[in-house]
């Protein structure tokens, strides 16, 4: 089955400075990649998502991107604010290849230094 | 729209004692429905997953069991409870299989003492 690596397991940056998640899998034949935010006490939510024919998307101040050659994909924040403070989880999913779930990375811790 | 309820929202009991946690998604028609377990520091793992009434399927041996009686409500069980089961307890639902978001409940805090 599909194995989710997920770096760092926490991340301090100062306000206003950029942060980077990185995340490998193994399954070649994963095709979607989605980024879900947990506030503490809250359940995770989707922020940004990539399927494996694009290799860069970009929402505001967030981006993913892909290399499907290498199977890692990363999370960028730039311009971070204090809201930015949480527990950040990339996921992988074998879109058409059945009803099973989304193979979660360990999540990254980041913090927000003011 | 869609919503999603999981109760209850924290739960404390005893080891040996059984576990009935329940899930229900209003505004949507034969969802797929998921129960991942967020232990500290190991991410999100998935429990069990329902692709219709009955429907089942296990990804990881364990003290647990699923059951969907109904098309929008998924349970999840354990006859006696151990230790190891404590953890943060998460529904979910997707519109089916070729969809991608997953939508989460609020959670479950349990605690096995």
């Known amino acids: 089955g599909e194995n989710v690596e997920q770096h760092p397991s926490t991340l301090s940056v100062q306000e206003g400075d950029s942060a980077v998640i990185k995340c490998t899998y193994s399954?070649?034949?994963?095709?979607?990649f989605p980024w879900y935010k947990q506030e503490l006490g809250k359940r995770p939510q989707l922020i940004i998502d990539?399927?494996?024919?694009?290799g860069e998307k970009k929402d505001q101040r967030i981006a993913v991107t892909l290399n499907k050659t290498a199977k890692h994909f990363s999370l960028h924040i730039t311009e971070t604010q204090p809201e930015d403070s949480a527990v950040y989880f990339c996921?992988?999913?074998?879109?058409?290849?059945?009803?099973?779930?989304?193979?979660f990375g360990k999540g990254t811790h980041l913090i927000i230094q003011p | 729209s869609q919503t999603i309820h999981q109760w209850p929202a924290t739960l404390v009991q005893p080891v040996g004692s059984p576990l009935s946690l329940e899930c229900t998604v209003e505004?949507?028609?034969?969802?797929?429905l998921y129960w991942y377990r967020q232990a500290a520091g190991r991410g999100l793992q998935l429990l069990f997953y329902?692709?219709?009434?009955?429907?089942i399927s296990s990804e990881v041996p364990q003290n647990l069991s699923a059951s969907r009686p109904q098309d929008r409500q998924f349970i999840l069980s354990s006859k006696k409870l151990l230790l190891s089961d404590s953890g943060f307890y998460l529904c979910?639902?997707?519109?089916?299989?070729?969809?991608?978001?997953?939508?989460f409940g609020q959670g479950t805090r349990l605690t096995v003492v």
């Open positions: 979910a639902w997707s519109v089916d299989m070729l969809n991608t978001e997953a939508f």
């Open positions: 399954d070649s034949a994963s095709n979607y």
């Open positions: 990539i399927r494996s024919n694009v």
């Open positions: 996921a992988a999913k074998k879109v058409g290849g059945g009803a099973d779930g989304l193979t």
């Open positions: 505004g949507t028609s034969n969802p797929n």
């Open positions: 329902s692709v219709g009434i009955g429907q």
